[in-house]
């Protein structure tokens, strides 16, 4: 409430802040997680505004009409369907004709899943609410306690001001929160109206400068969202500055993993081609060359010389005039 007001809700405590009901709405844009909408007019979509700006989420309940249901300048991006709704429950908040507990139910089920994203998904919905156009610069660097490092702190002081004068308008600077390069940073990047501060559910970064953004359930899913939302990432110093780059699998699409993959095979069994060369193949013995078998004429019969041929038996030129056998009785005279 507004300093001097009080809800008279009869529950709940209140806590002063702004001087008047537009700064009021302009903290409660500004410090929630997820915000729950319900009807409204240009108030309502002010603070929804304000909201998506900041990287929150916004849960609209469009079946209940005005600023919810698209009204009033409601940001149109709050209306679609985020990750970590299913398309039943999405409906179910837009639809008038189910009852009214189940569209309860849905609501309940959005919040629930939209407290338990993943760091891909939470990355996603802060480069949505930065726009496109944005370029997101990460700076990274541990905190400062060395005296002898006043010269790097003079370093990020300058850089801190070149980029805001050059890149003010169309990027921001995110943060982890920590104290000395980051806060160097953020005290030296203009009014630090485009420094961000990362920081894990339940925690603010206490820097005096810059939006802090609640994401992740603790500091390590903090940082894997911190490794994944920038386009550029300044590193200054530091004995453990590590800055993971995003997975594969969320960030190259699974066809190009696959044709990576292909390519990787074809070069692995081509070295191993070159390695284990294939040995030639034994020779193979020529053919061997068939010669056909000369044909005999086959002759029934003995051959009768033709009557009043001059022609000799056919065993006449087998005979020799000087050898004269003869078969005599064999018991007498064998040859």
């Known amino acids: ?4 007001q009080s809800s008279e809700f009869g529950k709940g405590e209140d806590i002063n802040a702004g001087g008047d009901d537009e700064e009021r709405d302009e903290v409660f844009g500004l410090v929630g997680d997820i915000y ?7 108030e309502v979509s002010q603070i929804a505004k304000a909201a998506k700006a900041q990287g929150a989420k916004v849960v609209p309940l469009m079946r209940t009409g005005g ?13 679609s369907k985020p990750s970590y709704a299913t398309e039943d429950q999405w409906s179910l908040l837009a639809s008038k004709d189910a009852p009214v507990q189940d569209s309860a139910n849905a609501a309940v089920d959005v919040v629930l899943g939209a407290s338990d994203e993943t760091p891909a998904e939470a990355s996603q919905r802060l480069r949505s609410a930065w726009g496109s156009d944005t370029t997101v610069v990460c700076i990274v660097g541990e905190p400062v306690t060395r005296r002898r490092d006043s010269e790097m702190l003079t370093l990020v002081k300058d850089m801190a001001r070149q980029l805001e004068k050059d890149m003010g308008s169309r990027a921001v600077f995110v943060t982890q929160g920590m104290s000395g390069v980051q806060e160097t940073f953020a005290d030296n990047c203009g009014d ?7 920081m894990p559910f339940g925690q603010s970064s206490g820097l005096g400068k810059g ?3 609640n994401v992740g359930r603790d500091t390590k899913e903090r940082d894997e969202v911190f490794d994944l939302v920038g386009d550029f990432y300044a590193t200054v110093g530091g004995d453990g500055v590590v800055v993971e780059a995003s997975s594969p699998e969320e960030s190259l699409p699974w066809w190009f993993l696959v044709l990576l993959a292909i390519l990787i095979l074809i070069l692995c069994l081509f070295c191993l081609k070159l390695m284990f060369p294939t040995p030639p193949p034994a020779p193979v013995p020529p053919a061997p060359v068939l010669v056909p078998a000369p044909k005999h004429r086959r002759v029934k019969g003995p051959v009768q010389p033709k009557v009043g041929s001059s022609s000799p038996p056919a065993d006449a030129g087998c005979r ?4 004269t056998v003869s078969f005599q009785d064999a018991e007498s005279n064998r040859f």
Do not use: Q, R, W, Y
Request: glycine share 18%.
């Open 1 to 4: 409430m507004p300093f001097g």
């Open 36 to 42: 729950i909408t319900v009807g409204g007019e240009g």
């Open 67 to 79: 600023a919810s249901d698209g009204e009033f300048g409601f940001p149109k991006a709050a209306l």
């Open 192 to 198: 630090g109206s485009h420094v961000k501060n990362l």
């Open 211 to 213: 939006d802090d953004i």
């Open 320 to 323: 020799d005039p000087h050898l």
